[in-house]
């Protein structure tokens, strides 16, 4: 699976992004979709994470209730809705896909493909 994340840019605190991830080469809605983020200096860490149906979704506790995934498995995308920004959301985020996956994993290793990534800046 390739994988292609937009959407990012600069942003001040309280606004909204809405990131994108395109998928293509393998069939989308076979694989769990997640998205980790990596800040300067700072170790990846998992954000959210959609299931293939996209009827069950994982949120880390920083962002529940400020960000939404979903997916659109007509389109191969996956997306993650942004709101309430805070500083502290800047990063580089990556969208990411497992084929293997059984649940809806944070950890990192369990997901075998990964985008380039997007930067997401949040100014005070």
């Known amino acids: 699976v390739q994988l292609v994340e937009s959407g990012g840019g600069l942003v001040q605190a309280g606004g909204s992004l809405r990131l994108s991830c395109a998928a293509s080469g393998r069939t989308f809605s076979n694989h769990i979709m997640g998205w980790f983020r990596q800040a300067p200096g700072k170790e990846r860490e998992f954000v959210a994470a959609i299931s293939r149906s996209g009827g069950s979704t994982n949120y880390a506790d920083s962002v529940k209730d400020r960000f939404t995934i979903s997916r659109d498995n007509t389109k191969d995308t996956v997306y993650l809705q942004m709101n309430s920004l805070k500083p502290e959301d800047t990063a580089v985020y990556y969208c990411?896909?497992?084929?293997?996956?059984?649940?809806?994993?944070?950890?990192?290793?369990?997901?075998?493909?990964w985008g380039q990534g997007t930067l997401v800046t949040v100014s005070s």
């Open positions: 990411a896909a497992s084929a293997a996956a059984t649940f809806l994993s944070s950890r990192s290793t369990r997901y075998d493909y």
